[in-house]
């Protein structure tokens, strides 16, 4: 048998990330066996212009600046109030839409849907977000066909999940579509975590607008 390939992940971090929404994935995503972890913005991520990003709990994270990715890359893409003013940054969504079109897979959590959703790639398609923002992520891009009632939601290669600890139920989803059950429920053992893995099942479908999400 020949050597197993190193699969990146590019995990995408802009000023006003939610922490949860890239930390939770991450726990786990780096706990699969032979992928490499990547940190990374694109010009207009940060309002300073460096590759210094701040999350909307004061967490300052360097990162790579980065303009393309390589092939079987997986991108990962947090929400967080950031997703507010970055829906009309072009600079920040044309650089966004060149990684999500190079990307093998990418990864949504919570508003970072809105984002994704700003490029076109999910028009026609299902997808689902926060359900504490999701009036306003749906008025972002109506063209999307927005699930109220769901955990997260795939299509093709696009995974969306609803509101920050949801992502760390939809990579979990995502690891056992790539790499096999067995794999993500160890993980989530390992890690003592207890995984809603029904993407239908949401609790917090009928939560209101809540405008800090």
Not at 13 to 18: I, L, Q, R
Not at 27 to 51: C, K, N, Q, T, W
Not at 205 to 211: D, N, V
């Amino acid at each position: 048998m020949g050597a197993m390939t190193t699969t990146s992940v590019y995990c995408l971090f802009f000023d006003g990330y939610e922490t949860l929404d890239a930390m939770g994935p991450i726990e786990f995503l780096h706990r699969v066996p032979d992928v490499r972890m990547r940190y990374i913005s694109v010009a207009g991520a940060s309002e300073s212009g460096s590759s210094l990003v701040r999350s909307a709990q004061g967490f300052t994270l360097k990162t790579e600046i980065v303009e393309s990715l390589p092939p079987g890359s997986i991108l990962l893409i947090p929400g967080g109030i950031g997703t507010r003013s970055l829906v009309m940054n072009n600079l920040f969504l044309q650089n966004l839409a060149k990684l999500v079109q190079q990307s093998q897979t990418c990864l949504t959590v919570c508003t970072g849907a809105a984002l994704l959703a700003a490029t076109g790639v999910l028009d026609g398609k299902p997808a689902t977000t926060n359900k504490r923002a999701f009036e306003w992520v749906r008025g972002t891009r109506p063209q999307v066909r927005w699930q109220q009632k769901a955990r997260w939601v795939s299509t093709e290669k696009f995974y969306t999940s609803s509101g920050v600890s949801a992502g760390m139920d939809m990579t979990l989803g995502f690891i056992a579509d790539r790499w096999g059950l067995e794999t993500a429920q160890e993980i989530a053992s390992r890690c003592e975590y207890l995984w809603q893995n029904d993407p239908d099942t949401d609790p917090f479908a009928h939560s209101a607008e809540f405008e800090s999400a």
